[in-house]
T-cell receptor, first 115, second 119 residues
Framework: DGGITQSPKYLFRKEGQNVTLSCEQNLNHDAMYWYRQDPGQGLRLIYYSQIVNDFQKGDIAEGYSVSREKKESFPLTVTSAQKNPTAFYLC??????????????FGPGTRLTVL | AQKVTQAQTEISVVEKEDVTLDCVYETRDTTYYLFWYKQPPSGELVFLIRRNSFDEQNEISGRYSWNFQKSTSSFNFTITASQVVDSAVYFCALSEAGSTDGTASKLTFGTGTRLQVTL
């Protein structure tokens, strides 16, 4: 089945540690996205990538880093510079074809808790 | 800048009641897309509908219906005869349509409305 997988589902981190969240898709989509969700808030865009080896900052990129070495994979690193990393992180992907580029498919999410 | 407002933070209804979730948006684009997503307790976002700004026809899908009114910048979502399984957080979102192939599309989300349906 085609889809998006995120791992792990739950992640705990000590303050001051970097941690990497995994996102893989087998939908053959060129574009991938990372969103952050806080309680009572909507999703906010962290980073997105339109093609391999390219990525752009979203609205809240500070304290995060990404890479896009393969089409299928778009890992997100939460660095120690991120002041409030505890949140629910959602990965998404979409085609970049004009008529379908707005339809984003989401993964199941990773809940990160900083202890 | 784009903005989506969902003024209703939480709604509680009894099963079989009809319920409408409001969504008001702001954009300077003349062409754009509007979306509704459902987020059940598991956390994954489930796509419900996409509507092009040129298409103001209302849409019905089973117990779900959507009312798009460009004049008031609203895209409201109604669930008829609600069921317990409808309990979730519902998000309205907006994206620009774009004109170039090969580019990504960023979604702007509202803060969500939590719907609680009880027996």
């Amino acid at each position: 089945d085609g889809g998006i997988t995120q791992s792990p589902k739950y992640l705990f981190r000590k303050e001051g540690q970097n941690v990497t969240l995994s996102c893989e898709q087998n939908l053959n989509h060129d574009a991938m996205y990372w969103y952050r969700q806080d309680p009572g808030q909507g999703l906010r865009l962290i980073y997105y990538s339109q093609i391999v080896n390219d990525f752009q900052k979203g609205d809240i990129a500070e304290g995060y880093s990404v890479s896009r070495e393969k089409k299928e994979s778009f890992p997100l690193t939460v660095t120690s510079a991120q002041k409030n990393p505890t949140a629910f992180y959602l990965c998404a992907s979409s085609t970049t074809r004009l008529e379908k580029r707005n339809e984003q498919f989401f993964g199941p999410g990773t809940r990160l808790t900083v202890l | 800048a784009q903005k989506v407002t969902q003024a209703q933070t939480e709604i509680s209804v009894v099963e079989k009641e009809d319920v409408t979730l409001d969504c008001v948006y702001e954009t300077r684009d003349t062409t754009y897309y509007l979306f509704w997503y459902k987020q059940p307790p598991s956390g994954e976002l489930v796509f419900l509908i996409r509507r092009n700004s040129f298409d103001e026809q209302n849409e019905i899908s089973g117990r779900y219906s959507w009312n798009f009114q460009k004049s008031t910048s609203s895209f409201n979502f109604t669930i008829t005869a609600s069921q317990v399984v409808d309990s979730a957080v519902y998000f309205c979102a907006l994206s620009e349509a774009g004109s170039t192939d090969g580019t990504a599309s960023k979604l702007t989300f509202g803060t969500g409305t939590r719907l609680q349906v009880t027996l």
